[in-house]
């Protein structure tokens, strides 16, 4: 009898489709293997073209080397790469592409047409390739010019259990805007154009470097509230630019992360700019950053993960710090007042949270999008920001710095390398003159540049939070008892923290006791709160603890504690002030790290510049 074997080695085309689900997950894992591959290229410029948020048609020209027929031909089969020779060359991966899989991948998932042509004289004509679910359907020659399109049809025709799992037009078509951006933000030399269903989306020409390339896609406004940055630790260099605290943003897909030109979603960086901002921002908030991270190619393991977008650093305490500090030197370093002007403006970067799904297109109409597609920054934004889903795949990007041989590409972290912190925006405390008290609640003063406002309860916060913090630092935060101890009923979800939170708390300056299973009994308390509702207090370090939903390291708690008690010892908003108090805390506020952001990124100062005012007038 026949032994009955179970396992069975499966045909070739059902092990290609398997292979492809690793890489190909949506529409726009096609746009980014094929970006990615013009990038390899060298190409000048990127066309990228969809219809039906890509389901229906995924186009990417370039007019990069192209293939011979020979080549070309190769292209399709598994683990057929020219970008890596032996086992040796994967631990220094200069490209994008390295495994030889996508094209395999995609074409076995789909009906591809591709047309390239290569430089070499000996090719009189150009080649067109189809495919249809992993079999070659033709090979013709083709008149073509320089350079490479692959047209990607009906995707998942053949595997319908995929197809089925594609969301609606509009996000797919967000997940790829989000991606074209993401290249295009880190290859100002290449231009890049987008277009939906006969609609242009995307068309940034060819620039000198990265400020503009952002100029071009997210607007002016955008870069206002961004500082430049640039560091360097050892081998490892880090440019671009992070947003003035003020700029916050309830999710993390405005931070953008390169390492070597690859796009990638990274937890090491994002705790360091999550560290950068403890101090200016609540935990909750994320600001907006763009970082180009430079490092020997052998540094990082960049063979980590099916879609490329996850690396491995050899030294990630090296990165992490280089980040922190450098973002944190940058935001002290140009601390900036926002004008009034800017305040009362729209909010620059509405646009990505403004256009939420709702607002956006349903499936299968444009009509209340047509309004604002008129491709203006914000259009782009809106078809970035309608994504709350999930960050798809940190859509790596291209150009590649340090291979000799691709010397001719525009290198972008190498142009913002040269770029040192912008300190003009700067705020100086010098030579600024106090008028008086508004309200019983804003101090106004004027300095050379304008008049000022500056908000006294915040201003306070700021003081005594620094100074709280640098206390706890040290381990020598001053208490003060209470005459009466308190008694504090906690409720249940309070509870639950408790155990955590009671060794913090009496390091740093309470000395909070069990009383019974539900309570608390709080002997003292920091003497910065002085006479401050101590109930009110604890309840609300507590509660905002509660809430945030991220791991509750000891870091959060203090930073928590001592934001929620600087905040209730601050003096208060309708609290006259004399002269001599206004000039004190003004002076204090001088000396404070970020003396321009409240620790939850409210602005401190407000400033109406002498430009502002003449404009205003009619003089200038
Ligand atoms: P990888 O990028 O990992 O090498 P791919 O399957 O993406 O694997 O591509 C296979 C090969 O096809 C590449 O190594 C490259 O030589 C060639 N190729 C793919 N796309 C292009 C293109 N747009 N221009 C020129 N050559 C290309
Ligand atoms: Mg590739």
């Known amino acids: 009898m026949e032994p009955m074997n179970k396992i069975r080695v499966l045909p070739e085309i059902v092990a290609n489709k398997i292979a492809a689900g690793e890489i190909v997950e949506r529409p726009a894992s096609v746009v980014k293997e094929l970006v990615e591959n013009a990038l390899d290229a060298r190409c000048r410029s990127i066309h990228i073209s969809v219809a039906s948020g890509g389901k229906r048609l995924i186009q990417v020209r370039d007019d990069g080397e192209g293939m011979n027929e020979d080549d070309a031909i190769l292209a399709f089969e598994h683990h057929a790469t020219s970008k890596l020779q032996t086992a040796e060359d994967l631990n220094a991966i200069a490209t994008l592409g390295f495994r030889g899989e996508a094209l395999a991948s995609i074409a076995s998932v789909s009906r591809l047409n591709l047309k390239t042509r290569c430089a070499d004289p000996a090719d009189i004509s150009g080649t067109e390739i189809e495919i249809q679910g992993g079999i070659l359907r033709s090979v013709k020659p083709v008149s073509w010019d320089k350079g490479t399109e692959i047209s990607v049809r009906d995707l998942f025709f053949n595997t319908p259990a995929r197809r089925k799992f594609l969301r609606s037009h509009n996000t797919e078509l967000g997940h790829i805007t989000r991606l074209a951006t993401h290249y295009a933000l880190a290859n100002p030399g290449i231009r890049f154009t987008l277009a939906s269903d006969g609609r242009v989306l995307l068309d940034a020409v060819a620039v000198t470097d990265v400020k503009e390339r952002i100029y071009q896609v997210f607007g002016e406004l955008f870069l206002k509230n961004m500082v430049e940055l640039s560091g360097q630790s050892g081998a490892v260099k880090i440019a671009g630019f992070s947003s003035y605290p003020y700029e916050q943003r309830t999710n993390p897909y405005s931070q953008f992360f390169y390492v070597n030109g690859r796009m990638i979603r990274d937890k090491v960086i994002s705790s360091a700019v999550r560290q950068a901002y403890r101090n200016s921002m609540p935990s909750s908030a994320y600001p907006i950053v763009i970082l180009f991270l430079e490092l020997p190619f052998d540094e990082v393991d960049v063979n980590a993960h099916p879609a490329k977008t996850e690396i491995r650093f050899r030294d990630a305490n090296t990165v992490h710090g280089l980040v922190q500090r450098t973002i944190e030197r940058a935001l002290t370093a140009s601390a900036g007042v926002p004008s009034f002007l800017h305040r009362a403006a729209p909010q620059p970067l509405a646009g990505l949270e403004a256009f939420t799904k709702d607002s956006m297109v349903r499936e299968g109409g444009y009509a209340a999008e047509e309004r604002s597609l008129d491709f203006r920054p914000h259009t782009l934004q809106a078809a970035l920001g309608q994504n709350p889903l999930s960050y798809p795949f940190g859509e790596a990007d291209g150009s590649q710095g340090k291979d000799p041989n691709h010397s001719s590409l525009n290198v972008v972290p190498e142009m913002l390398f040269r770029a ?201």
């Open 420 to 620: 040192s912190g912008d300190t003009k925006n700067k705020f100086q405390f010098e030579d600024l003159r106090i008028l008086g008290q508004l309200r019983d609640s804003y101090i106004i003063a004027c300095d050379r540049d304008g008049l000022l406002i500056i908000d006294q309860h915040v201003a306070h916060e700021r003081i005594l939070y620094e100074k709280l913090a640098a206390a706890m630092q040290s381990g020598a935060v001053e208490t003060q008892g209470l005459v009466v101890p308190l008694t504090l009923e906690l409720a249940p979800h309070q509870v639950a923290r408790l155990e955590k939170l009671m060794p913090e708390f009496n390091k740093n300056g309470f000395q909070v006791e069990l009383f019974g299973s539900s309570s608390i009994l709080v002997r003292s308390v920091p003497a910065i709160a002085g006479e401050a509702d101590c109930r009110r207090l604890i309840s609300e370090i507590l509660d905002g603890l509660d809430m945030e939903n991220r791991t509750l390291d000891v870091e959060t708690i203090k930073d928590r504690i001592a934001i929620r008690t600087a905040c209730q010892a601050a003096i208060k908003v309708n609290t006259p002030l004399t002269p001599e108090k206004m000039q004190w805390l003004l002076d204090e506020l001088s000396r404070t790290r970020i003396p321009t952001n409240c620790p939850h990124g409210r602005p401190i100062i407000l400033r109406f510049s002498m430009h502002e005012i003449e404009r205003n007038f009619g003089r200038s």
